[in-house]
């Protein structure tokens, strides 16, 4: 299937590394142009397919304007809007959470979002096919022990993104948000390492543990949230605005 994205003017946040590199990548190999934004410099230089990657860190309110400017003035404007970065956050219980994480969580998950956002709306009402997709997870929607600063700016996400649709529909840009469950990755690696060192359980039992609450018993590929991302910044998905689109096997309950 075309895509009907080739020339597109993308902009993909935190693409050095993870889900955002192959979100780039799958927007690069459709034909489009792509600039990222990382704060990780030394993997930024490390990309390849003529993507423009630049150095900022999302929460900083004046940077994410200063690289939204430079990136939109080197595309020549904007079609689609990718807001991939995100921390993990602490993992504490909730009396155990220092402020600074809980806001730093906060800061870059959710407010990142809206840093960047409010930088590109301009540019994304010249297009005509414009959209915004937001990175939530599918703590956007349950409720996640010990780590609850994720969780809450996860959901957080939700709210901005279902506002941003209602108010920036009559205007052609459609607003989603994609929810990832289980993503096969050094993330995900890290996570599992760690509850079979606390809980004294070899790596095959945390594994079952985490699948026992999803229909589909295999981890999700980053490649599978790229295609969904694609198929919402496709002129194809011109008529899905407003969606919390879980992308997660069928997950029933986090932790
Ligand atoms: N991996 C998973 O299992 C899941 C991930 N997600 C979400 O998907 C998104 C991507 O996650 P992953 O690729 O797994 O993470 P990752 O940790 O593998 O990569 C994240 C990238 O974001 C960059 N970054 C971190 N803070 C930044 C900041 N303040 N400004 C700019 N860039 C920054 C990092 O340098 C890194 O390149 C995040 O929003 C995450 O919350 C959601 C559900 C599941
Ligand atoms: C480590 C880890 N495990 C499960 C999930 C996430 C995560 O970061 C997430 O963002 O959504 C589900």
């Given at each position: 299937?075309?895509?009907?994205?080739?020339?597109?003017?993308?902009?993909?946040?935190?693409?050095?590394?993870?889900?955002?590199?192959?979100?780039?990548?799958?927007?690069?190999?459709?034909?489009?142009?792509?600039?990222?934004?990382?704060?990780?410099?030394?993997?930024?230089?490390?990309?390849?397919?003529?993507?423009?990657?630049?150095?900022?860190?999302?929460?900083?309110?004046?940077?994410?304007?200063?690289?939204?400017?430079?990136?939109?003035?080197?595309?020549?404007?904007?079609?689609?809007?990718?807001?991939?970065?995100?921390?993990?956050?602490?993992?504490?219980?909730?009396?155990?959470?220092?402020?600074?994480?809980?806001?730093?969580?906060?800061?870059?998950?959710?407010?990142?979002?809206?840093?960047?956002?409010?930088?590109?709306?301009?540019?994304?009402?010249?297009?005509?096919?414009?959209?915004?997709?937001?990175?939530?997870?599918?703590?956007?929607?349950?409720?996640?022990?010990?780590?609850?600063?994720?969780?809450?700016?996860k959901w957080g996400v939700i709210g901005f993104t279902k506002s941003l649709a209602l108010e920036l529909g009559p205007d052609r840009i459609r607003a989603n948000a994609i929810l990832p469950g289980l993503v096969a990755g050094d993330r995900q690696r890290r996570?599992?390492?760690?509850?079979?060192?606390?809980?004294?359980?070899?790596?095959?039992?945390?594994?079952?543990?985490?699948?026992?609450?999803?229909?589909?018993?295999?981890?999700?590929?980053?490649?599978?949230?790229?295609?969904?991302?694609?198929?919402?910044?496709?002129?194809?998905?011109?008529?899905?605005?407003?969606?919390?689109?879980?992308?997660?096997?069928?997950?029933?309950?986090?932790?």
């Amino acid at each position: 299937m075309d895509m009907q994205l080739k020339d597109a003017r993308v902009i993909v946040t935190a693409g050095a590394s993870g889900i955002g590199r192959e979100i780039v990548q799958a927007f690069v190999d459709e034909g489009a142009r792509v600039v990222t934004c990382d704060i990780d410099e030394g993997a930024l230089a490390d990309l390849s397919g003529g993507v423009l990657g630049l150095v900022c860190d999302v929460s900083d309110a004046d940077a994410a304007g200063a690289f939204m400017a430079d990136a939109i003035a080197y595309l020549g404007g904007l079609d689609a809007l990718v807001n991939n970065a995100g921390i993990a956050g602490p993992t504490a219980g909730i009396a155990d959470i220092d402020p600074h994480d809980w806001a730093r969580t906060l800061d870059v998950c959710l407010t990142g979002h809206f840093n960047i956002t409010r930088a590109a709306v301009g540019a994304l009402r010249k297009s005509d096919n414009a959209s915004i997709t937001n990175m939530s997870s599918a703590a956007g929607r349950l409720g996640f022990a010990n780590r609850a600063a994720y969780a809450a700016a996860k959901w957080g996400v939700i709210g901005f993104t279902k506002s941003l649709a209602l108010e920036l529909g009559p205007d052609r840009i459609r607003a989603n948000a994609i929810l990832p469950g289980l993503v096969a990755g050094d993330r995900q690696r890290r996570v599992m390492e760690a509850r079979s060192q606390a809980q004294g359980k070899t790596m095959a039992q945390i594994e079952a543990d985490a699948f026992a609450h999803v229909s589909i018993k295999d981890y999700v590929t980053a490649r599978q949230i790229a295609d969904q991302v694609l198929m919402l910044a496709s002129p194809r998905g011109r008529t899905v605005s407003g969606q919390a689109i879980a992308v997660d096997g069928d997950l029933g309950m986090l932790g």
